[in-house]
């Protein structure tokens, strides 16, 4: 009853608190006034009366009292006539306001501008630092990847602007990033599509300017007016600050949809540069599922953390030819040419001819593990084999799962396979029936496509198809109708489209793996991913290949923002037409079992107009962490391959 009668108590002064604190300014300078009397006077009474040398009359107390309160309260406390004491009081109080208001006029416009700091909205006044716009989970590997390409740099900074809470990124990008060494991160807040708010973060004075595109339908759309607001933001600028075309900002966006890859491309201007999501993943998707292992090479190439494309003088080799330069560096592989006009040719001749004005492109650790040898390392001829051409086989292809890339992949098949090989499409029959899906088997001249309506999350449909009998299975993301009974209602209650297809990639490679175990068979199996993170959730055997789209795009888009001419060098890599990377077998190039330096490798690669990078083992391609994987190797180190071990060259499509 006491314990009730004390809650009872707390509440109706804390409510008669509250009323007293709604009762606007006045009441609250009145009763602090009064509270301010309550306890001073009373204080100074008590000083006075036990001081032993106060006043002995009651007058002189008072007096001592009321110059007590007034020295405390600042009021003065002056001592005469009560014209005298009422002046004095007077002009104490109106210096009291003053230095009041003064001092709540600094206060407001200090916490004004602690509040202005907290939101986000001032300006970033640095020069030469990377711009990033928009906020998705890409910005999390676009950070992690720039910090680490200026590991090295004294000082680097990166600006991010996004429609979110300046404190919540800061907090989100110190969990995902970690240490960002030496580089800064400034967060700003305000929307990547409004000039002036694009002006917070100086894209004028930047190096780089990286556009994300944002999930969802109208990711695309958003790319396009960013990049039509910064244009609208940075218009003029070269000539305004008297800097050059060559030394404006390095503008790279990223769209998802094919279709509106022409129309960004006319946004970002001649010199910016767009990439397609869903070209450059079918293209990897379709040459991984035909070359196993073939997306830890590009993992290896377009990670800062390893061997990346540099551009080195020729030095003495200009006027010799591109054959003769590949065997001119020990610790560097030679892949190519860029042109003084910014073109670049992948692969040429080995007969080219270097130019003054070329710069040969190598693969190196760094761009000071780029130079030349003194000698050529050994090559034993004996050990070079000449293999007959590679006969296209039959063969026969799964494809589990549809969306709007499966097109893509289909058609990139096509031009892979040998005549009559078969393709198998098993999809939710909601996009199983549609015109676009029966429309990819009309222009087909070797692929013959043949569709069947399931769901590839159901075990049932996956022990129908007998997947260890084909030669290779590709997983794509796939979203389930929104139907309450759908089978993974339960498991994934998301509404990002692309997180839903992720998870139920997971539950299909679930299913595989339990297929694979059942057979006791490794089925080749190529997987399609957006989130980096779910793929370290994957049910799939160690070196397994996986194309996650949000970090491949996010590798591509900073290693162009670093150095501008690889956009060329990835333009030909990811072109049907151009020169790209396969793993063929080592023993088409050197003997099986004889020991040979890696030079010799490279001299064979030389002979059929092909650039050899490195190599893959067999027996370590399930050991972590480069899963047998060798780029760039040491051309004097000594490798003995087998039958199954593949050599990585650079070689026309």
Known sequence: ???????????????????????????????????CLAVVVPASAVLVWSD????????????????????????????????????????????????????????????????????????????????????????FPVIG?????????????????????????????????????RTRIICRNGSTTDPAELRRVSPRTARAVLVLPPTGDTGDAHVVKTLLALDAAVHGSAEADGRTAAEAAVVVAAVRDSRNHLTARLAAGPAGHVLCVDDIVARLLVSTARQPGLSLVYSELLDFDGDEFYPVSPGDLVGRTFGEALLSFDT??????????????????????????DRIIVISRDDDTAVRADLPAPVEDDAIVTAAPATARVERL????????????????????????????????????TDGARGVTAARSRLEVSFHDGDITDP????????????????????EPEASDAPLASLAPVTDPQARADDRTLVTLLHLRAIGN??????????????????????????????????????LMTQISESPYLAAVFEELFDAEGH??????????????????????????????????????????????????????DKRRLVRFCEEDWLIVLAES
């Open 1 to 35: 009853m006491a314990q009730q009668h004390t809650t009872s108590l707390r509440l109706r002064l804390r409510y008669r608190f509250d009323h007293l604190l709604s009762g606007g300014t006045t009441t609250l300078i009145g009763w602090l006034a009064l509270a």
């Open 460 to 479: 049932l449909t996956l022990a129908k198809l007998d997947v260890p009998s084909y030669d290779g299975v590709i997983v794509i993301g796939e979203t």
């Open 332 to 357: 560097s592989s030679v892949v190519g040419l860029l042109h003084g006009g910014g073109s670049v040719t992948l692969n040429p001749d080995p007969g080219a001819v270097i130019g003054p004005a």
């Open 580 to 633: 790209e990377f396969h793993l063929k077998p080592a023993t088409d190039y050197v003997r099986a079992g004889q020991e040979v330096s890696f030079a010799t490798a490279v001299e064979a690669a030389r002979r059929r107009g092909e650039c050899a990078v490195g190599y893959r083992l067999r027996a370590r391609s399930t050991t972590g962490p480069d899963y047998g994987v060798r780029i760039n190797p």
């Open 145 to 181: 990847e720039l910090v680490a390409a200026n590991a090295n740099q004294r000082r680097s900074a990166i600006a991010l602007l996004a429609p979110q809470d300046k404190v919540w990124m800061e907090e989100e990008i110190s969990a995902r990033v970690g240490d960002s060494g």
């Open 398 to 433: 799964l494809l589990l799962g549809w969306n709007r890339r499966a097109p893509l992949v289909i058609e990139q098949l096509d031009q892979y396979v040998g005549p009559g090989t078969t393709l198998d499409v098993v999809a939710l029959g909601v996009h199983a029936a």
């Open 52 to 139: 032993r040398a106060a006043p002995a009359t009651l007058s002189g107390r008072l007096t001592a009292v009321w110059v007590s309160v007034g020295q405390t309260l600042k009021i003065g406390g002056a001592v005469g006539s009560p014209l005298y004491v009422l002046a004095s009081v007077s002009l104490a109080l109106v210096a009291l306001l003053f230095v009041s208001t003064l001092v709540s006029l600094i206060t407001t416009g200090i916490n004004r501008r602690i509040m202005s700091l907290r939101r986000g909205h001032s300006t970033v006044v640095e020069n030469r630092h990377t711009v990033v716009l928009g906020w998705s989970d890409q910005v």
């Open 518 to 555: 059942a057979a006791r068979r490794d089925i080749a199996l190529t997987t399609e991913m957006s989130d980096d993170g779910n793929r370290l959730l994957a049910p799939a055997q160690d070196g397994a290949d996986f194309i996650v789209s949000g970090r491949l795009i996010s590798l």
